[in-house]
């Protein structure tokens, strides 16, 4: 099974970009479907982006469409999501998170999850 880590999160201003990386451990990372995920405190977990196992179909959610891509190298076992014009409410933990099944767009159906990195927006 894969497992992952998340890295680049960070503080950034308003209207600042980051680019978070979620590096996958195995042989199979392009056998997974994988999202980006994020929880604000006090807030329900909302999805972000997903990427089919070979892209390039990508989905987004409507709070970041426009402005977040995600992307995947399968050479390298990454996932990326390049957050651009940030804002304050983009704050929360952001996770990745993989789906090795056939059904591939909730919440429900990605079993494997990060720890989970901090990016704050500040206005």
């Not at 933990?93 to 990016?119: D, N």
Request: net charge positive; aromatic share 12%; hydrophobic share 35%.
């Amino acid at each position: 099974q894969v497992q992952l880590v998340e890295s680049g999160g960070g503080l950034v201003q308003a209207g600042g970009s980051l680019r978070l990386s979620c590096a996958a451990s195995g042989r199979t990372f392009s056998t997974y479907a994988m999202a980006w995920f994020r929880q604000a405190p006090g807030r329900e977990r909302e999805f972000v982006a997903r990427i089919l196992r070979s892209g390039p179909n990508t989905y987004y959610g409507d709070s970041v469409k426009g402005r977040f891509t995600i992307s995947r190298d399968n050479a390298k076992n990454t996932l990326y999501l390049q957050m651009n014009s940030l804002k304050p409410e983009d704050t929360a933990v952001y996770y990745c998170a993989a789906c090795s099944g056939l059904v591939c767009y909730e919440h429900r159906h990605f079993t494997t999850w990060g720890q989970g990195t901090q990016v704050t927006v500040s206005s």
